[in-house]
């Protein structure tokens, strides 16, 4: 039994939620300062939340923390990794052929998840639901690979979120994805900024 932390617009809002949406909102803020930290810290945000979407039945959101889970290791790995210079894994654009394939694999994966989940669960959103599994998949891929792209696919997936929350009626959370766009547009900005910085002494030595 989940316990209720307090009762927002008539709706119970549980402790795993409201810890859930905290842990989300650091990691969000350390992805956007290119902190490694946020890997570990978004581990324990998709535990959270794959029992908060399973209550909501939002099928398509709880299979997403599981995957979560495991990208989170794959991303906290790679950005460890040493980069082509010895030092950390840099920022950088994607090229034409990452960009071609996040395309098509968000186009195909979001058709296919909308057909799976509105045949085989009880899913209230299949559409929406499927958009927010597939593209936060394809983002956070683009996050561990540390390309630029990988904010706008994590703009996207926040603003069909925030209405999709609502109707769910989890309320703070939705508020947390208000949040996450905010920091998302933050995140772009530092993101530029730290391209710029790494291309600055090549073009100095050139």
């Known amino acids: 039994m989940d316990p209720v932390a307090f009762v927002a617009a008539g709706s119970p809002v549980t402790w795993t939620e409201l810890i859930g949406d905290v842990t989300g909102l650091a990691c969000v803020y350390l992805v ?3 902190n490694i930290w946020n890997w570990p810290v978004g581990i324990a945000n998709t535990v ?3 029992f908060v979407f399973v209550r909501a039945r939002l099928y398509g959101d709880a299979l997403l923390q599981v995957v979560f889970t495991a990208l989170g290791v794959y991303g906290w790995w790679s950005w460890a990794r040493p980069g082509k210079r010895g030092g950390d894994l840099a920022v950088r654009r994607a ?3 990452e960009l ?3 395309g098509a694999t968000s186009i195909a994966g979001t058709a296919l998840a909308a057909l799976i989940l509105a045949h085989k669960t009880d899913s209230p959103v299949p559409v929406w639901d499927a958009s927010v599994l597939v593209l936060s998949l394809v983002a956070t891929y683009a996050q561990a690979e540390k390309l630029l792209e990988s904010w706008w696919l994590w703009i996207a997936v926040d603003v069909i ?5 609502v109707v769910r009626a989890l309320y703070p959370t939705a508020l947390l994805y208000a ?6 547009v933050l995140g772009l900005r530092e993101w530029l900024r730290l391209l710029r910085e790494q291309r600055a002494p090549a073009a100095v030595s050139a």
Not at 161 to 165: A, E, F, Q, R, T
Not at 179 to 184: K, Q, R, S
Request: charged fraction near 5%; glycine fraction near 4%.
């Open 161 to 165: 979120s925030v209405p999709l929350y």
């Open 48 to 50: 959270l939340f794959f």
């Open 179 to 184: 949040l996450f766009l905010a920091l998302c």
């Open 100 to 102: 071609f394939a996040c």
């Open 32 to 34: 956007a300062r290119a």
């Open 95 to 97: 090229t034409s052929g």
